[in-house]
């Protein structure tokens, strides 16, 4: 069984920044993909940042290239997503998710283990 905890969300003025941690136990996951994904209240979920267990391949949505940098924590479960000069249109619930595969994707549908969510609201 897979268990992904995300953390680290809150309340943060526009231009400010979070770093969301997220924590993965029950597998090794050292040659497949993990993501992040946000959903905005009456949205759907969407693609944020994607990258292999191994640190290769990041992959990012437009809208946060050169803000938001997703990595994996040296030697531990734990992959992380450093989120800078936040906009209140990233107010959203950030979800963690594992894939069973190495390819890199956007699709959430390529994910087969998600986190509970962490809530990350920024105000303008």
């Known amino acids: 069984q897979v268990q992904l905890v995300e953390s680290g969300g809150g309340l943060v003025q526009a231009g400010g920044s979070l770093r969301l941690p997220c924590a993965a136990s029950g597998r090794t996951f050292s040659a497949y993909a993990m993501g992040w994904f946000r959903q905005a209240p009456g949205k759907e979920r969407e693609f944020v940042a994607a990258i292999r267990w191994s640190g290769d391949s990041p992959s990012y949505e437009e809208s946060v290239k050169g803000r938001f940098t997703i990595s994996r924590g040296n030697g531990k479960n734990t992959m992380y997503l450093a989120m800078n000069s936040l906009k209140p249109e990233d107010t959203a619930i950030y979800y963690c998710?594992?894939?069973?595969?190495?390819?890199?994707?956007?699709?959430?549908?390529?994910?087969?283990?998600w986190g509970q969510g962490t809530q990350v609201t920024v105000s303008s």
């Open positions: 998710a594992a894939s069973n595969s190495i390819v890199v994707s956007s699709v959430p549908e390529r994910y087969s283990y």
